[in-house]
């Protein structure tokens, strides 16, 4: 089993920045893809950044790519999100999930993919 904890989240005005951060404990992730998802009011879950167990292969949501950096730090056992020139409509709360079965890259753009997940951190951005 491995327990994922979100951290990071809060309120920030538009263009601002947050870096999110998902500990992990109960097992080691180095052989996990992770991802992040969001999920705001009254909209399903979508897809933000994944990550493969290896770090060779980065996904974005064309919805973040230039401005969302996902990243590991493996001797941590952590997964961060860092969030530039954030956007009112970033706000959501956010979940970090991970996977150990190390299926094709294309996969982890889904959720249904991920067994693990956390129980997410609200990120607010204002105009």
């Known amino acids: 089993q491995v327990q994922l904890v979100e951290s990071g989240g809060g309120l920030v005005q538009a263009g601002g920045s947050l870096r999110l951060s998902c500990a992990a404990s109960g097992r080691a992730i180095s052989a996990y893809a992770m991802g992040w998802f969001r999920q705001a009011p009254g909209k399903e879950r979508e897809f933000v950044a994944a990550i493969t167990w290896s770090g060779g292969v980065i996904l974005y949501a064309d919805s973040v790519k230039g401005r969302f950096t996902i990243s590991r730090d493996n001797a941590k056992n952590t997964v961060y999100l860092q969030m530039n020139s954030l956007k009112p409509e970033d706000t959501a709360v956010y979940y970090c999930?991970?996977?150990?079965?190390?299926?094709?890259?294309?996969?982890?753009?889904?959720?249904?993919?991920?067994?693990?997940w956390g129980q997410g951190t609200q990120v607010t951005v204002s105009s």
């Open positions: 999930a991970a996977d150990a079965r190390q299926l094709h890259s294309s996969s982890y753009y889904y959720a249904k993919f991920y067994v693990y």
